[in-house]
């Protein structure tokens, strides 16, 4: 007789998880790996496929030095199922702060 948990564990659930991390690391094009990147480096781990392409997501507006912090991460199952792309990049003065910007495209390629 099987219980609920292993009903659970049977499944395989289609997860994406999309997000501004504020994590570096070199398995995503940064050049550097921090704490942040190493916690996000042991979720691929667990299952998940990093959709991003190694463009950069975010331009620091002092010192035009460029990171992938914005990432997007699917299970197997999904993974195929979308494309992704950096289209826009924008540094924007609100008052004395500068904020910086980045449009991502994230495609459905198959509606199966």
Same mark, same amino acid.
């Not at 991390?21 to 050049?31: D, E, Q, V």
């Not at 190493?38 to 002092?62: C, F, I, M, R, W």
């Not at 992938?68 to 699917?74: G, N, W």
């Given at each position: ?7 659970? =564990? ?9 997000? #501004?991390?504020?994590? =570096?690391? $070199? !398995? +995503?094009?940064? *050049? ?9 480096? #042991? ?9 991003? #392409? ?5 331009? =620091?507006?002092?010192?035009?030095? $460029? $990171?992938?912090? #914005?990432? *997007?991460?699917?299970?197997? *199952? ?5 494309? +992704? !792309? ?18 991502? *495209? ?7």
């Amino acid at each position: 007789m099987f219980s609920r948990a292993d009903c659970f =564990h049977a499944a395989t659930p289609a997860i994406l998880l999309l997000g #501004d991390f504020n994590a =570096h690391s $070199s !398995l +995503w094009g940064c *050049s550097k790996t921090d704490v942040r990147g190493k916690l996000v480096g #042991d979720l691929l781990e667990h299952n998940l496929s990093l959709l991003n #392409d190694g463009s950069y997501t975010y331009l =620091h507006p002092a010192t035009g030095s $460029s $990171s992938a912090i #914005d990432l *997007s991460m699917a299970t197997p *199952s999904l993974y195929l199922d979308f494309s +992704w !792309l950096v289209i826009a990049y924008g540094v924007a003065q609100k008052l004395m702060f500068v904020e910086s910007w980045s449009v991502i *495209s994230l495609n459905i390629t198959c509606l199966c």
